[in-house]
C-alpha cells in the first residue's frame, strides 16, 4: 500500500532562518510527486511536480528535490508570508486514474 | 483564468439530514476529482470523474455518498444521510494532465 510521511508535522522559523522539509515515501511504480501549499481556509495550491529521483525545481524561496524514498522542500530565508501548511502528495502508476495520495503536511510558522 | 468554483462554503447540518456540493471545474478539463479533507490530515480521494464516466469510487461509502458529474462538466457531491465524522472540508480538483487544480472547499459542520 502507498505511504507518504511528511516531516515535522510542525516546524517554526524565525524570519531568514532557512530549513527543509521532508516527505518520506513508499509507493509502487512512482508517477510523480508533488508539493502544494494550502493556506488556513482554503484549498491547496500547486507548487510542484516532481518526476525522477534527481530532480530539482525551484520558486521564488522554495526548492524541491526527489530521491528514491523521499523529497525535500528547502526554504531559503522565509519570510512571514511563507506561514502555510505544506502538502506532499505521490501519484502512483498502479492507480486507475491520477488520484494522489497526500501526506497529513507540515504546518510553517515564520515569526518577523 | 478562472479557477475551480465551489459552493457553498459552509454548511453546518445536524445528522442524519442530508446535504449537496457543487463544483464548477476549470474550463477545459476533463478529469474531476472530489477529496474530503479531515481536519489535521491531509485530503483523501472520494472518487474521479473523467468527462462524465466514473474512474475511481473505491473509498467513496457509497450507502451514503453519491456523486455525479452531468454533461461531462459541473459536478455534485451528496451525503444523505450524514453522520458525524462526515464533519470535514470537501474539495474539488480538476485537471487536463498529472497536474490538479483545487478549489476553496466546503467546510462541513455535522451536530
Known amino acids: 500500500e502507498d505511504q507518504v510521511t511528511q516531516s515535522p508535522e510542525a516546524l517554526r522559523l524565525q524570519e531568514g532562518e532557512s530549513s527543509s522539509l521532508n516527505c518520506s515515501y513508499t509507493v509502487s511504480g512512482l508517477r510523480g510527486l508533488f508539493w502544494y501549499r494550502q493556506d488556513p481556509g482554503k484549498g491547496p495550491e500547486f507548487l510542484f511536480t516532481l518526476y525522477s529521483a534527481g530532480e530539482e525545481k525551484e520558486k521564488e524561496r522554495l526548492k524541491a528535490t526527489l530521491t528514491k524514498k523521499e523529497s525535500f522542500l528547502h526554504i531559503t530565508a522565509p519570510k512571514p508570508e511563507d506561514s502555510a501548511t505544506y502538502l506532499c502528495?505521490?501519484?502512483?502508476?498502479?492507480?486507475?486514474?491520477?488520484?494522489?495520495?497526500f501526506g497529513k503536511g507540515t504546518s510553517l510558522l515564520v515569526t518577523p | 483564468e478562472a479557477g475551480v468554483a465551489q459552493s457553498p462554503r459552509y454548511k453546518i447540518i445536524e445528522k442524519r439530514q442530508s446535504v449537496a456540493f457543487w463544483c464548477n471545474p476549470i474550463?477545459?478539463?476533463?478529469?474531476l476529482y472530489w477529496y474530503q479533507q479531515i481536519l489535521g490530515q491531509g485530503p483523501k480521494l472520494l472518487i474521479q470523474f473523467q468527462n462524465n464516466g466514473v474512474v475511481d469510487d473505491s473509498q467513496l461509502p457509497k450507502d451514503r455518498f453519491s456523486a455525479e458529474r452531468l454533461k461531462g462538466v459541473d459536478s455534485t457531491l451528496k451525503i444523505q444521510p450524514a453522520k458525524l465524522e462526515d464533519s470535514a472540508v470537501y474539495l474539488c480538483a480538476s485537471s487536463a494532465g498529472f497536474e490538479q487544480f483545487f478549489g476553496p472547499g466546503t467546510r462541513l459542520t455535522v451536530l
Open positions: 502528495a505521490v501519484q502512483a502508476y498502479s492507480n486507475s486514474g491520477y488520484a494522489l495520495n
Open positions: 474550463s477545459g478539463h476533463a478529469t
